[in-house]
Nanobody, 125 residues
Framework: QVQMVESGGGLVQAGGSLRLSCAAS????????MGWFRQAPGKEREFVAT????????YYADSVKGRFTISRDNAKNTMYLQMNSLKPEDTAVYYC??????????????????WGQGTQVTVSS
C-alpha cells in the first residue's frame, strides 16, 4: 500500500521558517515527479512547487518564488519544502503529491495520482 505522509507543519510567526517533509512508502518514487500543493479554507487547492525525478528541475508558484525551496532525497524516498519569510497568506493545509509514470514536473493537481493527508501550516501576523 502506497502512503505519503507529510510532517513539519505548525504555527509560526510572520517572517519565520518551516521545513515540510513528505515521506513515501510502499513504492519508490525516484523516477517520478513530485509536488507540493496547498489549500486554504474556502479556497481551491493551489500549486506551490514541483520537482522532476532527479531534483534538477523545479518550478514555483509566483506567490512563493524566492521564499520556498523544493528538494528531494531519492535514497530516502522523501521530498522537502523549505519555507522561509512566511506570510499570513501562506496559511493553509499543505499536501505532497507524486505523479504516476511521469518524471517531468507538473503544476496542475489533476496530474498527480498519489496524495498525502496534509499538514497544517499557520502563520500569525
Amino acid at each position: 500500500q502506497v502512503q505519503m505522509v507529510e510532517s513539519g507543519g505548525g504555527l509560526v510567526q510572520a517572517g519565520g521558517s518551516l521545513r515540510l517533509s513528505c515521506a513515501a512508502s510502499g513504492r519508490s518514487f525516484s523516477t517520478n515527479a513530485m509536488g507540493w500543493f496547498r489549500q486554504a479554507p474556502g479556497k481551491e487547492r493551489e500549486f506551490v512547487a514541483t520537482i522532476n525525478w532527479s531534483g534538477l528541475s523545479t518550478y514555483y508558484a509566483d506567490s512563493v518564488k524566492g521564499r520556498f525551496t523544493i528538494s528531494r532525497d531519492n535514497a530516502k524516498n522523501t521530498m522537502y519544502l523549505q519555507m522561509n519569510s512566511l506570510k499570513p497568506e501562506d496559511t493553509a493545509v499543505y499536501y505532497c503529491a507524486a505523479r504516476l509514470d511521469y518524471s517531468d514536473p507538473y503544476q496542475r493537481p489533476d496530474g498527480y495520482s498519489y496524495w498525502g493527508q496534509g499538514t497544517q501550516v499557520t502563520v500569525s501576523s
